[in-house]
C-alpha cells in the first residue's frame, strides 16, 4: 500500500457585491445572473486532504467534528469529480477548519469548497488550471469559485470565475457585523431555489442584477468607490426583496438595526453601504480611513455581538 498524498490549502471567504441568487435550469450548479465579488483577507479556511488506499469510504471532519449526512455527501460529489479526472478510486480523509462562524451567512462555503477543490486536486495529482480549480469549486457551490481569486472577482454563468481588478483596487474595508453565532436556518440553495419557484419578484430580481453587476463593474475598473458602494447595496435589498416575498427571511432584528445605523452614518457624511447574504449578519462597506471609527459605531447597535475588521485579500492557495 503507498503512503497517503496530502495536500493543505487555505482559502478566503468572498462578499458578492453584485449578489447572484438563484440558478438556470438544470443540474450544473450554474448561476442564473452574472455576479461580483471581494475575497476577503483576515478569516480563512483551512483544508488538508489526505488520499489513502486503505481507507474504506471517504471521511469528512469540520472543525474537529464529524459532520452530518449533506455536508458529506456535498464534499463526497467533489471528491468524485476529482477522482473521476485523476483515474484513481482511492478515498480520502479530509478536515477543515474555519475561524470564524460556519454557515451563518458568512461565506463558509465559498471559502470552504475552494480550499477542497484546490486541495483536492493536488493530493490526487491532477494537472489543473486555477480556472479548472475555479469552475470545480463551483460546481459545489457558486460562490466558492470566486474565492480562487484575489481581490475583485466576476462569475459570469458558464464561465470559470475569473479576477477583475486587484485587491488594492478601492480603498475598501469590509465591516462584518457578527448578529449570531448559530448556523443559518435556511440555506442558500434552498433559500434561492424557494425564490425561484415561488417570488413574484424573481424575474424583475434577474433583469435587474444584469444591469447592476455591469453597472458595478463599469464604477469598479473606474474606482469610483461611492458608486460601487451604492450598487452593492442596491443589489442585497433586490436580492432580499425577491426572497422576502417568497417567504424566504434571513434578517433577524439585528440586522435591521445594524442598517438603520448604516443609513444614519450615511445622513452623516460617511461613506458606508451596507449588504447581507443568506444569514442575519450585516457587511457594511467603509472607507479604510473610517473602519476603526465606525466599527465602534456599528459595535454599539443592539444586537451586534461583534465586528470583524476586513480586507480585500488574496485567493485560494496551497500551503
Ligand atoms: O454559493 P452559494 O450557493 O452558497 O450562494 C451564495 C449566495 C449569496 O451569497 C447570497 C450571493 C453571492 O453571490 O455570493
Not at 83 to 94: E, K, L, N, P, Q
Not at 122 to 148: F, I, K, M, N
Not at 232 to 258: D, I, K, N, P, R
Not at 291 to 306: H, I, N, Q, S, T
Amino acid at each position: 500500500m503507498s503512503a497517503p498524498r496530502v495536500a493543505t490549502a487555505v482559502a478566503h471567504p468572498n462578499i458578492a457585491l453584485a449578489k447572484y441568487w438563484g440558478k438556470k435550469d438544470g443540474d450544473g450548479n450554474v448561476p442564473a445572473v452574472p455576479s461580483l465579488s471581494v475575497t476577503l483577507g483576515g478569516l480563512s479556511t483551512t483544508t488538508t486532504v489526505s488520499v489513502d488506499g486503505g481507507l474504506g469510504h471517504d471521511h469528512f471532519s469540520l472543525g474537529g467534528h464529524v459532520t452530518g449526512e449533506a455536508e458529506r455527501e456535498r464534499v463526497r460529489e467533489l471528491l468524485d469529480r476529482v477522482r473521476a479526472r485523476s483515474g484513481s478510486s482511492d478515498f480520502a480523509a479530509v478536515t477543515s477548519t474555519n475561524d470564524f462562524p460556519t454557515a451563518s451567512g458568512l461565506a463558509s462555503s465559498a471559502s470552504g469548497f475552494a480550499a477542497l477543490a484546490l486541495a483536492a486536486l493536488r493530493a490526487y495529482g491532477v494537472p489543473a488550471t486555477e480556472a479548472d480549480a475555479a469552475d470545480l469549486a463551483r460546481a459545489s457551490s457558486a460562490s466558492a469559485g470566486r474565492s480562487l481569486f484575489g481581490g475583485y472577482v466576476e462569475l459570469v454563468p458558464g464561465e470559470p470565475a475569473r479576477p477583475v481588478a486587484p485587491a488594492d483596487q478601492l480603498p475598501l474595508r469590509v465591516l462584518v457585523c457578527v448578529t449570531s453565532e448559530a448556523a443559518k436556518s435556511t440555506s442558500s440553495r434552498v433559500g434561492m431555489n424557494a425564490t425561484k419557484a415561488h417570488s413574484p419578484y424573481y424575474p424583475a430580481w434577474v433583469q435587474s442584477a444584469e444591469k447592476n453587476f455591469k453597472a458595478l463593474r463599469t464604477a469598479l475598473l473606474a474606482r469610483d468607490l461611492e458608486a460601487v458602494g451604492a450598487l452593492a447595496e442596491q443589489s442585497a435589498l433586490a436580492m432580499h426583496a425577491s426572497a422576502l416575498a417568497a417567504g424566504v427571511v434571513y434578517f433577524s432584528g439585528a440586522t435591521l438595526e445594524a442598517y438603520r445605523e448604516v443609513q444614519h452614518l450615511r445622513k452623516q457624511g460617511f461613506f458606508a453601504f451596507a449588504t447581507m447574504d443568506a444569514g442575519p449578519h450585516v457587511k457594511v462597506l467603509v472607507h479604510e480611513r473610517d473602519a476603526e471609527a465606525l466599527a465602534k459605531r456599528l459595535d454599539a447597535v443592539p444586537g451586534v455581538l461583534r465586528i470583524i475588521v476586513a480586507a480585500p485579500g488574496e485567493g485560494a492557495r496551497i500551503v
